[in-house]
């Protein structure tokens, strides 16, 4: 987190812009769920596919990059640009990122348990 700061206030050095600022951009938004329950409906196979090519428009095409870190998320909170998210939405954020590290350990250790054999 005081790496995504410094980067925030250097950025903002570099640009001259205020180096303290917060964000007004709210950002939210259904799109990938969206487009995981229409490949279910329609075509099941093509989910992974998708998925993986809605977070690669995400990053190539959005400030958004999904936003899979909360150390990203809270830098960015703190920056009025084109990159930045609203301080209100972080906290959803981070809990939304930390419930979907959780859900794929638990996910990954039940994949990949060790199997116990005779």
Known sequence: MLGGLAGVWMAHLMFE?????????????????LAIFGCVSRRPDSVPYAVGLYITAAYWFTASTSFANPAVTIARSLS????????????????????????????????WRERITD
């Open 17 to 33: 812009l205020p180096v303290w600022q917060f964000s007004i951009t709210e950002r939210s938004g259904l799109g990938l769920l």
């Open 80 to 111: 009025d640009t084109f990159a930045g998210i609203a301080p209100a939405g972080v906290a959803a954020f981070i809990v939304s990122q930390l419930a979907g590290m959780l859900a794929a350990v638990i996910l990954s250790r039940w994949l």
